[in-house]
């Protein structure tokens, strides 16, 4: 695996086409994910766990995968035996395609990491997959530092986003008036936590 950092990106996958290769306990756990996000799945496996045909919209073919599983998807999951899962990231890589190959970090163009959502904030941690389980760790640690009142902290910084935008305000002016403005939300309850700039 290359020591290229690599560039940190969420996908907005809703409405469009995904393949995830596989149908065991991983496969389960992905599917459930792009799901969550809006995509249109299409899962290939010989062999599909029941939890998987349970997902409704989501195409299920009981077979091996076939390299024109690929055309027209914007994102595949491959999800397979190591050989399985050597055969999508080949075909994906001549069509251009990202994919995620579990527990393959060599043949795969695109990493999941460990990520939780709390009130309309999504935080990811990877290693660039050299260390799912410490992605993982990691992400329990931060998920026990982000404040549980995220949400309100999102809902301000939406309402500021627009006002400064509306003003004019450079990019560079608007973090520290973000910050008072957050410091704010906790004066106004009576309660001596500070959000300082690092």
Same mark, same amino acid.
Do not use: C
């Given at each position: 695996?290359?020591?290229?950092?690599?560039?940190?990106?969420?996908?907005?996958?809703?409405?469009?086409?995904?393949?995830?290769? *596989?149908?065991?306990?991983?496969?389960?756990?992905?599917?459930?994910?792009?799901?969550? &996000?809006?995509?249109?799945? %299409?899962?290939?496996?010989?062999?599909?766990?029941?939890?998987?045909?349970?997902?409704?919209?989501?195409?299920?073919? +009981?077979?091996?995968?076939?390299?024109? =599983?690929?055309?027209?998807?914007?994102?595949?999951?491959? @999800?397979? %035996?190591?050989?399985?899962?050597?055969?999508? @990231? +080949? &075909?994906?890589?001549?069509?251009?395609?990202?994919?995620? $190959?579990?527990? =393959?970090?060599?043949?795969?163009?695109?990493? %999941? *990491?460990?990520?939780?959502?709390? *009130?309309?904030?999504?935080? !990811?941690?990877? %290693?660039? *997959?050299? &260390?799912?389980? /410490?992605?993982? /760790?990691?992400?329990?640690?931060? +998920?026990?530092?982000?404040? +549980? =009142?995220?949400?309100?902290?999102?809902?301000? $910084?939406?309402?500021?986003?627009?006002?400064?935008?509306? @003003?004019?305000?450079?990019? &560079?002016?608007?973090?520290?008036?973000?910050?008072?403005?957050?410091?704010?939300?906790?004066? !106004?309850?009576?309660?001596?936590?500070?959000?300082?700039?690092?």
């Amino acid at each position: 695996m290359s020591e290229q950092a690599l560039f940190p990106v969420f996908l907005k996958l809703e409405g469009r086409p995904v393949l995830l290769v *596989g149908g065991g306990a991983v496969a389960s756990a992905r599917l459930a994910e792009l799901v969550k &996000a809006g995509a249109l799945v %299409t899962v290939v496996a010989p062999n599909v766990r029941p939890a998987i045909l349970s997902f409704p919209g989501v195409i299920v073919a +009981e077979r091996e995968f076939h390299p024109s =599983d690929l055309d027209r998807v914007w994102f595949a999951v491959a @999800a397979a %035996t190591p050989e399985v899962n050597r055969r999508v @990231a +080949e &075909a994906a890589a001549e069509r251009r395609i990202f994919v995620n $190959a579990v527990d =393959d970090a060599e043949r795969a163009s695109a990493y %999941t *990491g460990g990520v939780f959502r709390r *009130g309309g904030v999504t935080i !990811a941690v990877s %290693t660039e *997959g050299r &260390a799912p389980a /410490l992605a993982g /760790l990691l992400r329990e640690g931060l +998920e026990a530092v982000v404040h +549980e =009142d995220v949400e309100a902290w999102v809902a301000s $910084a939406r309402r500021l986003r627009h006002e400064q935008r509306a @003003a004019g305000i450079p990019m &560079a002016d608007r973090r520290p008036l973000l910050l008072r403005a957050l410091n704010r939300l906790y004066e !106004a309850k009576g309660i001596a936590v500070q959000v300082v700039a690092s």
